[in-house]
């Protein structure tokens, strides 16, 4: 993507999203802490990779940057517009913003009806936004998406368990693609499905991209995934963005001691490479996002932490073009 | 490989599920061997019949699958004419097996050190109360999991997923079994989880030399850990060899359409992934040719009619395929 057209689609400045639990009321009120002061932003026409372990919050920041889940605290802005800002108590409408960005969810079956036929689920995205007058049009529309997403116009009338994984996510990526959105968060779109399938559905998901100019939000744990697809990554780590680079540069020169560790880690399709390369292995588990370690989140299990990581939380700062971290070793280096 | 150094057999095993709607042969003729001390990796997707495979050698196939033919030897023992008892001696001590997710095969309202002195205690009848304890601290601490001693006291629920994990690999290896069968190890782990895991169990088996078959669809997985690899589709072993031979050299077209749609890591430049077209096959309804010729590219005329027998390709490489006939079939005029 050339320099000029890269125009801010979305942007996202301390986002936070707390979950509250359960516990004892006359102590102090718990909260998970799914999402901690997240910033980041989106440009035009490019796919953003989030990648993470579980629990990390990368869902929590998906559906928070969408408003399924109401944030905590934060500001958003959609194509210049404040859709949500905690200080000046804006929170808008969703609806209109509904038919710009759009979701595919993770489990394909769990997200579609099962008492809806395919024609029915995609059409309720039409009927919502009122985009069919006639009922010819919707019939056209609903067929004209069934074809661009690979599958047969008689299919319309099946219901979705008639339909094998790789097919369910094509239908919940047709109603994604109903309202003709110009955003579309993708929370794991293909972990659900067979190694064979995976590459269809990516594939697909490019096409559409470049037929259609969306920006995806693309959200995995599969980093051979995610760089594959995406322009930029953002690694997260319990709740906190730790490293944000162009793809290639995040793959070749990490520069948080996690994203070292996790892309050392990744499994190679190759023998040799792969019993030569030196891992890293990290000590013990996440934490509990619960009571999430003072400090640097990662200082925990991280084999290069000081006093300072344990006391002061690094924030995310620029140290190549482009190159976000958020580490205080990286600040002593320069 | 001679063959009294194998330690297990597997000669054309079928194994199949008779459902209401029909036979699902789950496993359709596989055969293969496997020598002391060596890992053999069985990669597959969902539906191929590698689990149904595993389940079959250590006895706890469940209705309505039965096998229906074959035979697996153990130690030049056929373990098809085991009885239920002999099964039960054999199973745990010599052959145990780990299952995706630890959590379904912990059981919730015992401690940890409960199930793993159990498990000794079940298959010695002569060792003691305390013996047992000492030897399962030891296993927990060989398995690199800390506080041993107070994690024995501990229930499945306090572990977290990687410890569960940990504790089932101790459980699993508490007899000192010569076969270990991972169903997807660490299919259900976070990659920074899984590299522990792995080099645990690779570690494990230098030090205990225990055969491990490993089971996964993940191809980067068995490319670390194993020394052979069999690609399964739909029930049947479509290529067998040396793990570099399977991913340096690969015969069958589906191995190497495999290999070229999945995203790689460590790939510079940002090609296109070229697909694996179509879906698996309906077991329900298989193919009366080839099952991988309906999504082949290179598919002929006679992988439609006729299932492909295999061909030996290389030292200790197998491959089912016509492709490697091909010469053959054009001088007798078929294509």
Sequence with gaps: MSEQTRKKLLEVEKLRKYFPVKGNKLLEKKYVQAVESVSLS??????????????????TLGRTIIRLYEPTSGRIVYDG??????????????????????????????????????????????????????????????????????????????????????????????????????????????????????????????????????????????VSVVRHISNRIGVMYLGCLVELAES??????????????????????????????????????????????????????????????????????????????????????? | MEENKLLLKVKDLKVSFFTPAGEVKAVDGISYALGYNEVMGIVGESGSGKSVEAYSIIGLLQNPGRVIGGSIEFEGENLLEYTPEQMRQFRGNKVSMIFQNPMTCLNPVYTIGNQ????????????????????????????????????????????????????????????????????EPTTALDVTIQAQILELMKDLQRKENTSIIFITHNL????????????????RIVEQGKVNDIFYDPQHPYTRRLLQSIPRLDEEDDERLIPIEGTPIDLLN??????????????????????PPLAQVGEGHISACWLHFKDALEKEGEK
């Design chain 1, 42 to 59: 989106i440009y035009k026409g490019e796919t953003l990779g989030l990648v993470g372990e579980s629990g990390c919050g990368k869902t």
């Design chain 1, 248 to 334: 290639h540069e995040l793959c070749n020169h990490p520069i948080h001691p996690y994203t070292k560790t996790l892309l050392s880690a990744v499994p190679l399709p190759d023998p040799i490479k792969s019993r030569a390369r030196q891992r890293i292995l990290l000590e013990g588990d996440i934490p509990s996002p619960i009571n999430p370690p003072s400090g640097c989140r990662f200082h925990t299990r991280c084999p290069y932490a000081t006093d300072r990581c344990r006391q002061e939380m690094p924030v995310l700062k620029e140290y190549g073009p482009g190159h976000f971290g958020a580490c205080h070793l990286l600040e002593q280096n320069g």
């Design chain 1, 81 to 222: 517009t404040p859709i949500y800002d905690s200080e000046k108590n804006i929170s808008v409408k969703m609806l209109p913003y509904r038919r710009k960005m759009q979701i595919i969810f993770q489990d394909p079956s769990g997200s579609l009806d099962p008492r809806m036929t395919v024609g029915e689920i995609i059409g309720e995205a039409l009927d919502i936004h009122g985009l069919t007058p006639s009922k010819k049009e919707r019939t056209d529309r609903i067929r004209h998406l069934l074809e661009e997403v690979g599958l047969n116009t008689e299919h319309a009338n099946r219901f979705p368990h008639e339909f094998s994984g790789g097919q369910q996510q094509r239908v919940g990526i047709a109603r994604a693609l109903a309202v003709d959105p110009e955003f579309i968060v993708c929370d794991e779109p293909i972990s659900a499905l067979d190694v064979s399938i995976q590459s269809q559905v990516v594939n697909m998901l490019e096409d559409l991209q470049a037929n259609k100019g969306l920006t995806y939000l693309f959200i995995a744990h599969d």
């Design chain 2, 116 to 183: 793993l002195t159990e498990a000794l205690t079940c298959h010695d009848k002569t060792i003691s109360k305390e013996e047992a304890r000492k030897k399962a601290i030891e296993m927990l601490e060989l398995v690199g999991i800390n506080n041993a001693e107070k994690r024995m006291n501990q229930y499945p629920h306090e572990f977290s997923g990687g410890m569960r994990q940990r504790a089932m690999i101790a459980m699993a290896l508490i007899c000192s079994p010569k076969l270990l069968i991972a169903d």
């Design chain 2, 286 to 307: 298989p193919p009366q040719g080839c099952n991988f010729g309906p999504r082949c590219t290179e598919c002929m005329k006679i992988c439609l009619r006729q299932k």
């Design chain 2, 220 to 235: 980067g997985v068995v490319a670390d850990i194993c020394d052979r690899i069999s690609v399964m589709y739909a029930g």
